[in-house]
Structure formats: structure tokens, C-alpha cells
């Protein structure tokens, strides 16, 4: 029990841990986008980043 109790926990932190690259992969890579002419609605569609959260990267 205890270790499928560590199995679902081990699982669960390489998924947030992911879930946390791909995002700062999406924050590192939207400025690039804007600079080679891509409009910000379909960089926010791309990258799945919010209006707000694009503006701060520009400001």
C-alpha cells in the first residue's frame, strides 16, 4: 500500500513539474513570437497564455 501511496504521489509531482516547464517554455518563447510578426491572439492561442500574462511580458 505504501508504495503505490508513493507510485500516485511520484506521478502527480512529474505532471505538475511538466505542467510547470511547459509554461515557462510558453513565457520564454511568446516575446519571440511577437518579434517574428505573429499577431498576440494567435501567439495567446499557441502558447495558451492569457491577454494579461502577454501584456506583462511586453511591459
Known amino acids: 500500500m505504501h508504495n503505490s501511496w508513493n507510485r500516485k504521489e511520484l506521478k502527480k509531482g512529474l505532471e505538475q513539474g511538466r505542467s510547470e516547464g511547459e509554461r515557462e517554455a ?5 516575446p ?3 518579434k517574428r510578426g505573429l499577431d ?4 495567446m492561442e499557441i502558447t495558451g497564455l492569457s491577454k494579461d500574462e502577454l501584456q ?4
Open 40 to 43: 498576440e491572439v494567435s501567439v
Open 56 to 59: 506583462g511580458l511586453l511591459h
Open 26 to 30: 510558453a513565457f520564454k518563447i511568446a
Open 32 to 34: 519571440n513570437m511577437l
